[in-house]
């Protein structure tokens, strides 16, 4: 899975019911694919390919683990724990990634 369907597969996944008052922009950088980021504005979610300029938090890892954590088979916080994602900047509001999507 590349990281463009890996894209629309968030968008379609979103719950915007959890993203009540919401604004933020997740960073996502794919040391063997393109980087995203997702912002998230209330009920509105868009993803978007490159780099955004100021994002709450940056995640980087590697697609394999990206596509784990997309597809619910590994814990995001259980990456992060192993050493397989990075995180700088609001690390908690990463916490609340599964709660925004229903990827898995």
Do not use: W
Request: aromatic share 6%.
């Amino acid at each position: 899975m590349a990281v463009a369907e890996i894209m629309a597969k968030m968008q379609s996944a979103f719950v915007a019911d959890e993203a009540d008052g919401l604004q933020a922009t997740f960073q996502f950088c794919i040391a063997d694919d393109d980087d995203f980021y997702v912002t998230i504005d209330d009920a509105n979610c868009a993803a978007s390919l490159g780099n955004h300029a100021d994002p709450e938090i940056t995640m980087s890892m590697d697609s394999d683990t990206l596509m784990e954590i997309v597809s619910g088979k590994l814990d995001g916080m259980a990456a992060f724990m192993g050493g397989r994602l990075q995180a700088e900047g609001d690390v908690m509001l990463g916490t609340r990634l599964s709660q925004l999507f229903e990827l898995s």
